[in-house]
């Protein structure tokens, strides 16, 4: 294929169009798993077995194009590489390889992703290298000997990811698996090894930036050195010591209270060649959120219907009438969706004296006629699901400006104090 698309000639791609080769390009895509790593046997190193790679040839790969549509499938990486390369028409395009399912929350379900974007140039060949790693939440606990001397063997833990949940008990050997929602929590059932409490403890993991940031999480389960409660006085009285002990006397046995006890939480992120240490948490189980605010709900997205949003949205001139819509995704509901608009929208939008910042849930009078004059639909506050639509002002940014790239930055709030940004760019091209 490298041999005909620089000697000149035609050549067909998989859909059985012709692709002029003065108007195509080679794609050179080379993917390169990595198993995470194992969890060690102590915090003092990992083992050998984090260099495993996963087989490269299990991968499914999907070529998007510019809007982010699927311009091309393989079931396998084989697949592609078993036709040499992958001839393109000139244009900008991103690559995506998986492995497995991104489930809500699964035993023994890891998801590898990797992604990259590339641009093809006619004539010439693209060598791409994506690094597909794990991209779901993979989490494993320990518990010390202390902790199983405390506790009852019929403990559980139950693992939440606001979308989906899973329950470990002891000697569980298979490994819990959650998707990246932002949220991330445990709860801990446990009865006291002499049968006396019930307790539950509580820790809402999702609050370190750390563990936000990695995939592969350990935690070790401790328990924290218990004090006894004051001993409390004995309702006989102090005694006389000149005063003989009367051997018939009955005194009763006086109990010393312990405090149920406390947990400590130790959390290791562990990477490739290297573990983090978070410091512990304390949780007492008469405080069952460990001292934290209750579990947040899932954490606002933005996302694009049919394409990357990191991307631009290539819309040609001459054909201005493209979808482009984003989805909002709260669950905490709606408060705020904030839109700041680039300077080079600022001629379109004083046609319609529209502020180049605007609360698209809170507008003013004057806003909102201009949001309704440029087809900007206007979202449904406090409720979980919105869309920010811009389909229709997108010929009028086209036709109006021109040639350019026009941002929009979407910056979205929820009732729980929580946000997200992402910035729409749409690019106007002669095409």
Not at 71 to 84: A, D, N, P, R
Not at 142 to 151: G, M, T, W, Y
Not at 190 to 198: M, V
Not at 412 to 423: E, R
């Amino acid at each position: 294929m490298k041999k005909d698309l620089l000697g000149g000639k035609d050549k067909t791609d998989s859909g059985n169009s012709e692709i002029p080769l003065d108007q195509a390009g080679l794609l050179d895509l080379e993917l390169k798993p990595y198993k995470e790593a194992d969890i060690p046997d102590t915090k003092g190193g990992i083992s050998g077995s984090d260099v495993t790679v996963i087989d490269v040839n299990d991968f499914t790969v999907d070529i998007l194009d510019s809007i982010g549509q699927v311009y091309k499938h393989y079931e396998s990486y084989s697949e592609l590489k078993g036709e040499g390369g992958l001839l393109l028409p000139i244009g900008k395009y991103s690559v995506r390889a998986t492995l497995g399912e991104d489930v809500n929350a699964g035993f023994d379900a890891p998801f590898y992703s990797g992604s990259n974007a590339c641009e093809i140039s006619p004539k010439e060949v693209i060598k791409v290298i994506t690094d597909c790693v794990l991209s779901n939440k993979k989490i494993v606990f320990r518990c010390s000997d202390e902790f199983l001397s405390k506790f009852s063997d019929d403990y559980s833990v139950v693992i939440d990811n606001g979308s989906g949940a899973l329950s470990t008990f002891k000697d569980e050997t298979r490994i819990a698996y959650l998707k990246n929602t932002g949220v991330l929590q445990f709860t801990l059932y446990a009865t006291t090894a002499n049968g006396a409490k019930d307790l539950i403890y509580s820790l809402d993991l999702s609050k370190n930036s750390e563990v936000q940031e990695h995939n592969n999480i350990l935690v070790d389960l401790g328990i924290v050195d218990e004090i006894p409660d004051e001993k409390p006085s004995d309702p006989t009285g102090p005694t006389d010591p000149d005063e003989p002990e009367d051997p018939g006397d009955d005194k009763p046995e006086i109990e010393v209270p312990v405090k149920a006890p406390q947990i400590k939480v130790d959390i290791s992120l562990v990477e490739r060649d290297y573990i983090i240490e978070i410091p512990s948490n304390i949780v007492d189980p008469d405080d069952p959120s460990g001292g934290e605010e209750e579990p947040t709900v899932g954490k606002p997205t933005i996302v694009g219907q049919g394409f990357d949003i990191k991307n631009p949205v290539t819309v040609p001139k001459s054909n201005p009438n493209k979808v482009v819509k984003v989805s909002i995704n709260t669950p905490g509901k709606l408060k705020v969706l904030q839109v700041d608009i680039s300077e080079g929208l600022w001629v379109a939008l004083d046609v319609v004296k529209l502020d180049h910042s605007f609360d698209m849930c809170n507008p003013t009078d004057q806003q909102k006629e201009a949001l309704q004059n440029v087809k900007l639909p206007l979202p449904t506050p406090n409720v979980e699901e919105n869309e920010f639509d811009i389909t229709e002002f997108v010929p009028m940014i086209a036709k109006t400006i021109g040639v350019g790239t026009y941002d929009f930055k979407i910056t979205v709030k929820d009732h729980a104090g929580q946000s997200t940004t992402a910035t729409l760019t749409i690019e106007v091209t002669n095409n």
